[in-house]
């Protein structure tokens, strides 16, 4: 959360308080229709202590959505649900990149600040200096050969 106190009473998107004949006008559906695509699994509304089915803002546009796909699209009811799958597994794959994104942002940043100690740590007073001349002399190797004396 962002760390600041929400209101019990503020109602959001997946807030749900429309009741089944509410839902339905909203979304231009039958509440036959709602009913059938809750024992699909397609939209999913919360219930009450009764079993009252209570629909949210998100479940509203869900509902909207599958009546764009179905009537628009022509896409059958198994369709739009595998479609439904898909989208909410894109969201939470999405959602867990963002999440570890930052979590390698975060460890190459501390990575950097550990290097950085590192090499401020190093004594350079210890470290020897040589001054290395370079030479164009030719040195030819030729190995000793078995049995032959070197006199």
Same mark, same amino acid.
């Given at each position: $959360? ?25 979304? +231009? ?6 009913? &059938?695509?809750?024992?699909? +699994? ?12 209570r629909y ?8 909207? &959505?599958?009546? &764009?796909l179905s009537?628009?699209? +022509?896409?059958?009811?198994? +369709? ?15 959602? /867990? ?13 501390? $990575? /950097? &600040? ?7 740590s190093y ?12 030479? %164009?002399?030719?040195?030819?190797? #030729?190995? %000793? #050969? ?6």
């Open positions: $959360m962002d760390g600041r106190r929400r209101n019990p009473y503020e109602l959001t998107e997946d807030t749900p308080v429309y009741v089944i004949s509410v839902a339905a006008q909203l979304s +231009g559906l039958h509440p036959q229709t709602l009913r &059938q695509y809750d024992r699909l +699994g397609l939209v999913s509304p919360d219930r009450t202590a009764g079993r009252g089915r949210s803002a998100r479940d509203i546009e869900l509902l909207r &959505q599958v009546q &764009q009537q628009d699209e +022509g896409i059958n009811l198994a +369709g739009i649900k595998r479609i439904i799958e898909l989208e909410n597994q894109v969201a939470e794959l999405q959602a /867990r990149a963002a999440e570890l994104a930052a979590a390698l942002d975060g460890a190459a940043t501390a $990575m /950097r &600040q550990r290097e950085a100690a590192v090499h401020a004594r350079r007073d210890l470290v020897p200096y040589q001054e290395v001349q370079q030479t %164009s002399a030719l040195v030819v190797w #030729r190995p %000793s #050969r078995r049995g032959q004396s070197s006199d």
